[in-house]
């Protein structure tokens, strides 16, 4: 399958500082990215939908401003936590799929943040 | 009540046994159905895609829809230690193409 290329994999950070994730496509150009949160032992809840070029569609109850999204090419997706509090420690896991849908979302590993 | 319901187990077997994992589902305007295996720690990866009823089978995996009665199965035949993870169903309609997960079902394979 498609390969999808998410960094840092754990990230720690003071309270109140900003941290940046990076969701890559490696193999495909990725219209379409999605933003997850994971809590233990929860299913994934989508934070927003991102396509290339355009805003981010945020789901209900997600602050855009506390979650900043940006798709600005076909094979990079960011997701940005400003002013980062304990709350929002937590699994981000970002997902791409092409052009044509199959059916099949390609996930990047996950991102663990601590937010001390 | 979620549009994707799954028991989160844990579900334990011994190696060698069938496992069925299932989801029920809500919105009849689901066409696609997923079965996606996640590692602790780990981004999910799909394992089965469906496109309305019927059958799919790869491998030791099977996959079954009955869009009549709503239900979404996935069938793990001889199941190795190997297999333990979490197992997420999703579903998407052909609108948004988004998809709807399950919470995940937790499945322990003891050798």
């Known amino acids: 399958g498609a390969v999808v290329s998410q960094h840092p994999s754990r990230v720690i950070c003071k309270s109140g500082t900003s941290v940046k994730i990076e969701c890559r496509s490696l193999?495909?150009?990725?219209?379409?990215m999605f933003w997850y949160r994971q809590f233990p032992k929860q299913s994934l809840m989508l934070m927003a939908t991102?396509?290339?070029?355009?805003?981010?569609?945020?789901e209900q109850g997600v602050e855009k401003d506390k979650f900043l999204i940006n798709h600005a090419s076909l094979t990079l997706s960011t997701l940005t936590v400003t002013s980062a509090h304990p709350e929002d420690s937590s699994f981000y896991i970002c997902?791409?799929?092409?052009?044509?849908?199959?059916?099949?979302?390609?996930f990047g590993e996950g991102s663990r943040l601590t937010v001390l | 009540q979620k549009e994707v319901e799954q028991d989160p187990g844990p579900l334990s077997v011994p190696e060698g046994a069938i496992v069925s994992l299932n989801c029920t589902y809500s919105?009849?305007?689901?066409?696609?159905f997923m079965w996606y295996r996640q590692y602790s720690r780990k981004g999910p990866e799909l394992l089965m895609y469906?496109?309305?009823?019927g059958n799919k089978e790869d491998g030791r995996f099977t996959a079954q829809v009955d869009k009549s009665s709503k239900y979404i199965s996935l069938f793990i035949r001889d199941s190795q230690p190997s297999d333990s993870a979490t197992y997420l169903c999703?579903?998407?309609?052909?609108?948004?193409?988004?998809?709807?997960f399950g919470r995940g079902t937790s499945l322990i394979v003891h050798p």
């Open positions: 193999d495909f150009q990725a219209t379409t």
């Open positions: 469906t496109y309305s009823s």
């Open positions: 999703a579903a998407a309609s052909g609108g948004s193409y988004i998809p709807t």
């Open positions: 919105n009849s305007a689901f066409q696609y």
């Open positions: 997902s791409a799929r092409g052009d044509r849908f199959t059916g099949e979302l390609f």
């Open positions: 991102s396509n290339e070029g355009s805003k981010a569609t945020y």
